[in-house]
Nanobody, 128 residues
Framework: QVQLAESGGGLVLPGSSLRLSCEFS??????????LAWFRQASGKEREFVAV????????YYQDSVKGRFGISRDNAKNTAHLQMDSLKPEDSAVYYC???????????????????WGQGTQVTVSS
């Protein structure tokens, strides 16, 4: 059974940086075949897509509001994914979730329903 565990969230000032990590387990042999994505959900709002990295890291895609500030990466040797978040803004405050799928097609990468596996989330709060 695939399991995902996020870490790295916290309370930071506007303009600060955070690096979220997603530790993948349960199917380590096939980790490199999984598409990995980050979603976030702010209080009272729907879950939204943030960033995605395809198998082997050959393709990445970001939500417009985070382009140029966030960077998604993966380490296939360590079965982990990361989300580097720079120049954080108060509107980035949310619970951030890592998601994984072996079968998501390119046209559905922003659709949370396309991901079978989810972590428990990590809280990011950006406030002065």
């Amino acid at each position: 059974q695939v399991q995902l565990a996020e870490s790295g969230g916290g309370l930071v000032l506007p303009g600060s940086s955070l690096r979220l990590s997603c530790e993948f387990s349960g199917d380590s042999f096939n980790f490199r075949r999984y598409t990995l994505a980050w979603f976030r959900q702010a209080s009272g709002k729907e879950r939204e897509f943030v960033a995605v990295i395809r198998a082997n890291g050959g393709y990445t895609y970001y939500q417009d509001s985070v382009k140029g500030r966030f960077g998604i990466s993966r380490d296939n040797a360590k079965n982990t994914a990361h989300l580097q978040m720079d120049s954080l803004k108060p509107e980035d405050s949310a619970v951030y979730y890592c998601a994984a799928s072996q079968t998501v097609i390119l046209s559905q990468i922003r659709n949370s329903n396309a991901y079978a596996y989810w972590g428990q989330g990590t809280q990011v709060t950006v406030s002065s």
